[in-house]
């Protein structure tokens, strides 16, 4: 089996630099990292130079295509060229950490599963200025360092949940946390579509492969860092300086070319808006196989409401702005609608945007990369691989009572716990993260 790591990428060569010393750096190389290039003329040259001064023969560029393109169609343009039979994406300024590969394909060769998804670290790169957080981050830490335990998702109810708000979006199998296989992808594009068709592409195709795959995997050891610099979409669209140029490039590209308005909802808030955007896109697309997943009116209020107020926290006066105003009448008729409003405004308000202090705090590991003399998401890969270790066994893990499954996770041989997760199997008991 062939494993491909996708790199789109548009006007940051510096970044892309560490990004791509992260991949080369695996325990395993993957067969292919491909890295698709939507920059400006004058970065392209750039981007060209890094990619060859890598020297890799597993890293092939492809250049821009005469015109730039919105996000999710350069992330369309990529995955019509990768070969593998695996595939994952990361952002130019994220970064794999070195067991991530091998990993993976240990995994797919044990379970031969549609996806297999992974815990993220994250890591705010120097130049990220929102809330004292530059060139800081955090790391899951596992149970034990040098085990991987793989368990199986019930996709539906995870779905349910996300689209609701009662989950992160990051528990979907995306391309941006997991290696998919290619199956999945080309059942989502039988229908001829864009593979991946609304504003955010990360999250539109982690609810089309938890609705789609047959058999995904995951693991709550951290195999790849999410990384944020000052030059990041998201930075630029979660926080205050939203009329930023990269805010502006995103809506601009989007609009003039065939994805247009988010849909679904108020445009108010933030990921509740874009996972909304994306679902609702998505069950346009494909409603068989989303039958039963249904936002719920209330919720979506209560969410985006405490995305506004996450937003509009720093402002001195609360629940009487236009946005907010637009978020009541738009759910006016809903029952009780405007106490989920209210609540959830109060919410987003009171929600910090710091983290604690440098420290082990619920099971994360909180740090500043300046401790270490790190400067750059390659630098924080090869320290983080040093502090969660790097799993050298894969095993299968299912439902048993919490205090047995600790004390197997931490103490018992490798072989012992895949005798026991095993027997799980073949007993049928449902996977233990349900």
């Known amino acids: 089996m062939r494993f491909s790591i996708v790199i789109p990428t548009r006007n940051r060569p510096e970044y892309l630099r560490h990004c791509l010393q992260t991949c080369l750096a695996q325990e395993e190389s993957a067969d292919e990292i491909l890295v698709c290039d939507n920059s400006s003329p004058e970065h392209a040259a750039q981007t060209e130079r890094v990619v060859i001064e890598s020297g890799a023969a597993v890293v092939r560029y492809l250049p821009p295509d005469g015109r730039p393109l919105n996000m999710t169609d350069n992330w369309n343009r990529a995955l019509s060229h990768v070969t593998g039979d695996y595939v994952t994406v990361i952002g130019d300024d994220d970064g794999l950490l070195p067991a991530c590969v091998r990993v993976a394909k240990a995994c797919a060769n044990r379970f031969r599963c549609d996806a297999i998804r992974w815990q993220w670290a994250f890591y705010h790169w120097p130049c990220f200025k929102y809330y004292g957080l530059a060139n800081r981050g955090f790391v899951p830490l596992p149970t034990n360092s040098d085990t991987a335990v793989f368990q199986r998702v019930a996709t539906k109810p995870l779905l349910q949940k996300v689209v609701n708000g009662h989950?992160?979006?990051?528990?979907?199998?995306?391309?941006?946390?997991?290696?998919?296989?290619?199956?999945?992808?080309?059942?989502?594009?039988?229908?001829?579509?864009?593979?991946?068709?609304?504003?955010?592409?990360?999250?539109?195709?982690?609810?089309?492969?938890?609705?789609?795959?047959?058999?995904?995997?995951?693991?709550d050891f951290p195999l790849a860092i999410a990384g944020q610099?000052?030059?990041?979409?998201?930075?630029?669209?979660?926080?205050?300086?939203?009329?930023?140029?990269?805010?502006?490039?995103?809506?601009?590209?989007?609009?003039?070319?065939?994805?247009?308005?988010?849909?679904?909802?108020?445009?108010?808030?933030?990921?509740?808006?874009?996972?909304?955007?994306?679902?609702?896109?998505?069950?346009?697309?494909?409603?068989?196989?989303?039958?039963?997943?249904?936002?719920?009116?209330?919720?979506?209020?209560?969410?985006?409401?405490?995305?506004?107020?996450?937003?509009?926290?720093?402002?001195?006066?609360?629940?009487?702005?236009?946005?907010?105003?637009?978020?009541?009448?738009?759910?006016?008729?809903?029952?009780?609608?405007?106490?989920?409003?209210?609540?959830?405004?109060a919410a987003g308000r009171a929600r910090s945007p710091?983290?604690?202090?440098?420290?082990?705090?619920?099971?994360?590991?909180?740090?500043?990369?300046?401790?270490?003399?790190?400067?750059?998401?390659?630098?924080?890969?090869?320290?983080?691989?040093?502090?969660?270790?790097?799993?050298?066994?894969?095993?299968?893990?299912?439902?048993?009572?919490?205090?047995?499954?600790?004390?197997?996770?931490?103490w018992a041989p490798p072989a012992v716990?895949?005798?026991?997760?095993?027997?799980?199997?073949?007993?049928?008991?449902?996977?233990?993260?349900?």
């Open 167 to 219: 989950e992160p979006y990051v528990a979907l199998p995306m391309l941006y946390n997991a290696f998919v296989h290619r199956r999945v992808l080309q059942a989502l594009q039988a229908d001829s579509s864009p593979l991946l068709d609304a504003q955010s592409p990360d999250i539109y195709s982690g609810l089309a492969i938890a609705a789609i795959a047959a058999d995904v995997v995951t693991t």
């Open 354 to 410: 710091d983290y604690p202090p440098n420290g082990i705090h619920s099971q994360q590991l909180f740090f500043d990369a300046t401790t270490f003399g790190a400067v750059t998401v390659s630098d924080v890969a090869t320290i983080l691989a040093g502090v969660v270790g790097s799993p050298r066994h894969v095993v299968s893990g299912w439902g048993m009572k919490p205090r047995l499954k600790h004390f197997l996770n931490r």
């Open 417 to 434: 716990k895949d005798g026991v997760f095993e027997m799980g199997r073949r007993l049928g008991i449902n996977p233990g993260n349900q």
């Open 229 to 345: 610099s000052g030059a990041s979409n998201g930075a630029a669209h979660e926080n205050q300086d939203r009329t930023s140029a990269i805010a502006d490039d995103f809506v601009r590209l989007n609009e003039a070319q065939r994805i247009g308005q988010l849909r679904g909802t108020v445009p108010v808030g933030k990921l509740s808006l874009a996972v909304t955007d994306a679902f609702v896109r998505l069950k346009d697309r494909v409603p068989n196989r989303l039958a039963g997943i249904e936002q719920r009116p209330r919720c979506l209020a209560f969410w985006q409401a405490s995305d506004l107020g996450e937003m509009e926290r720093g402002l001195p006066r609360s629940g009487d702005t236009e946005a907010y105003q637009q978020l009541v009448d738009h759910f006016r008729g809903v029952p009780l609608a405007a106490v989920a409003i209210r609540r959830g405004y």
